[in-house]
């Protein structure tokens, strides 16, 4: 074969691969789709991969009720957690990389392993001390809840990026009469856009895909969409309305979804320096 | 001395203040309190009687425990090292100056977006035999078509680590890929002009150049091993029986359906000291780098 | 403007003290540069004197003020950075009037210094970009801006023009001291660059392992080094040294290589008859003579007004300078004799100047 020839088959080889496995990455959002869209009576007869015949939206509609309430529930506690969690961090990760304290090189040796903890060992005595405080099951509860899990990653995201300022930044604002917080507010937070639009990526898709704390400590009242829809497929008795399902399934991937689709590359960026160090 | 101390450093403790109380409470308190809940006899409720180590004998003597460590370590083992090798291939094929990269890595990264609990509908929805694929298949003719790998113990974790692997790949791809374009152009000239291949290039050159970035993938794929539940609560529910179980369900079941916190706690003790022992060196390693790092 | 007054400042990190009690006093307008090798404390003396770290024993005094306890800002003093620690989000009028509008001065009081302090460096022009858009040189003189403005009673400069490349550095180091002139301020200045030292500094502390080795104006550090490291330190290229034992025979004193060369010399120290000895020349001071000590010529670097030319001789390597068209080849042996009345002795053991009578 010419070099040529050897070139092109390569090419070839490297986009189907390339396609493929695209397909296979969007293959379930399709189905999705596209269930959504059908009437039971077509699924039950039909074929997953097919496209609706006589397509419809009240599958969504119904959906849509449905999780209203849970909609609103995620929107009220994403709101204060985002915020708190990511002030809370940049505030720590300040503190810690500038202000030479005695033990915070152990405060950040707890937070780099406590990243990793699983919950399951926090959720019995979490409970306990919020129902003390009568906080366990509130709106509340379950904001002080993720900022406490998201004090790990926020933290040592804010510290590493303030490692990499220069420090005489700082000692030049500390020598220009600056203060504790004013070096915060006028020069070091100022700097920090590139690390906040991360941090509120990274906060936003966990906070709003959580299943877990919400389920164990949001409370009736206070149920995230995920909760719900969980509770909507998978315990209802009787027929499921797989239609329904789908719709709902989408409704509550779509907040994240957009937030992907906007953030773009810094999205990558996000993922990536979650990695908590690497 | 200590006064002026104090008054250099107030509004810096101030601004620790959340942080710290976060982690005494929650981060030591808590798993100081829950690591003694697991040595007494509490049941319903959180008992002062010492029992020794009895709910950790009862613990490993409860089938559906060894179970859900079982399941955890074979479908971890799965799942990283499928992750890990169609995340790096992918990673390799976008390296190739391909057209539309954007695109496709707008498509491979999607997933990642998504909860578990969605990413566990879907593939539920798409792997049950009596409308999915098995029944596409036998639509189209082929009538004897099996694939209801979800609904048998033997193979519903396949099922689980496939989904994962399809929610997880994009993250290996997006790291390593990273990793790829940082490595100097002037490496792979010096390999074409020593006449390495491009494969043997990769094997031998570039791939253990990326040793870093393979080791956070991995402690990130492993992160999402332990907490592994979400996708379990959505796609299998633990079963067929017990045969997807896994230990955060398993103390998750026992704490609240079962109200058996001792056993639970000796379970959650058990996970972190398995956390501690696997992950802990690597952090403090990390950790003391810094520091030194950290001296002027 | 002050006086500084360094009085037995100590500087521990932990268990490692890295300055061991240091004295300096600088008067009131004068320039002092702070040199010696990287890890010499001069540093750390310098951010001790601005509050940026703590003194672990000894007094600072500004103004003759003990400031050991203020924080930075009632210190009353201005710094430039090596890298210039430029404000990357405010513009270059808002870097220089940052410090006074954290004092709450009025706006047209900020304009009208901002404003003088450009006209000063010529930065006019320059009031509204951002730091990113302008050279090293203009940032380097933004920070000096920044200090300006203040009116300080010190200014301290932390090895400001290291990140300048060679000419513009040249240039840079007329412009602080035409500044200095200007403003008559009292400027500590940090350089491990001792050309820059002797170019600019009023008084030049030489430091090196935590102690002050020598403090003095630049010619008085040249012409009567106090120790060997001075000695080695200052001047380019680097002062001679030649070890032996010092032997008086026949009333004219000889330094006796350990290959058993003899070096002719003119005078020595009183009563070192016998005494082992290193034997200080600069290299504009060893002249190519008819007689003295034999010397391998190696590499010869001709630079126009003068020659450099290396040369091996009595197991010593020895720089000679000189300014005749004399043109070695390598390989040649020449005859080399330091100049009488600018020899300088050290003692073997401890470094220290001898004084030749």
Known sequence: MSRARKHLAARVAIYTCLIAMALFVLGPLYVMVITSLKHMSEISSGNILALPHIPTIAPWLVSAHKLSAGFLNSVKILIPSVIISIAVGAIAGYALQFWRLPGASLLVLILLIGAFIPYAVFIYPLVRILAFFGLFGTLTGIVIVHTTFGLPVMTILFKNFYSSLPVELFKAARVDGAGFWRIFASIVFPMSTPIVIVAVILQVTGIWNDFLLGLVFAGRDNMPMTVELNNIVTTTTGTRFYNQDMAATILTAAVPLLVYLVSGRWFVRGITAGAVKG | ?296 | MASVDVIGVRKAFGHVEVVHGVDVTIRDGEFVILVGPSGCGKTTLLRMIAGLENVTSGEIRIGGQIVNDLPPKMRDIAMVFQNYALYPHLTVGQNMGFSLKLKKASPAEINSRVAEAAEILGLQSLLDRYPRQLSGGQRQRVAMGRAIVRDPQVFLFDEPLSNLDAKLRVAMRAEIKELHRRLATTTVYVTHDQIEAMTMADKIVVMHGGIVEQIGAPLELYDRPANQFVAGFIGSPAMNFLSGTLNVKGGTPHLTLADGAEVPLHKAPAGSDGRPMVLGVRPENLLVAQEGLAAEVGVVEPMGSETQIAVKAGGHALICLIRDRLMPKPGDMLRLAPEPAHVHFFEAETGRRIDAV
């Open chain 2, 1 to 296: 001395m200590m006064k002026i101390w104090l008054r250099r450093n107030f509004s810096a403790l101030m601004a620790l203040s959340p942080a710290l109380l976060i982690v005494l409470v929650v981060y030591v308190g808590c798993t100081i309190w829950s690591v003694r809940i697991s040595l007494t006899d509490s049941h319903i409720l959180p008992s002062d009687h010492y029992v020794g180590l009895h709910n950790y004998v009862r613990l490993l003597n409860t089938d559906r425990w060894n179970t859900s460590v079982g399941n955890l370590v074979f479908f971890g083992f799965m799942f990283i090292i499928a992750s890990l090798v169609t995340g790096t291939l992918m990673a390799i094929l976008m390296d190739q100056r391909i057209k539309g990269e954007a695109l496709f890595r707008t498509i491979y990264l999607y997933p990642l977006a998504m909860s578990f609990i969605v990413t566990g509908l879907i593939w539920e929805w798409i792997l049950q035999p009596t409308l999915g694929i098995q029944k596409m298949m036998r639509n189209f003719g082929f009538a004897h078509f099996h694939f209801d790998w979800i609904n048998h113990s033997s193979t519903v974790l396949y099922t689980v680590a496939l989904a994962a692997v399809w929610q997880g790949s994009g993250l290996v791809m997006a790291i390593m890929l990273a990793g790829l374009r940082g490595v100097d152009d002037e490496i792979w000239k010096a390999a074409r002009i020593e006449g390495i291949s491009p494969v043997r290039t990769y094997i031998s050159i570039v791939l253990p150049m990326l040793g870093g970035a393979i080791a956070t993938v991995t402690v990130l794929l492993a992160l999402t091993v332990v907490r592994l539940f979400d996708l379990i609560i959505a796609m299998t529910g633990g079963g067929p029986g017990d045969s997807s179980e896994v230990p955060a369900k398993f103390i998750y079941d026992y704490l609240f359906d079962h109200q058996d916190i001792g056993l639970a706690t000796a379970a959650s003790t058990l996970m972190l000291g398995f956390v501690l022992v696997f992950i802990g060196p690597w952090q403090i390693w990390q950790w003391r780098r810094d520091v030194r790092g950290a001296g002027r």
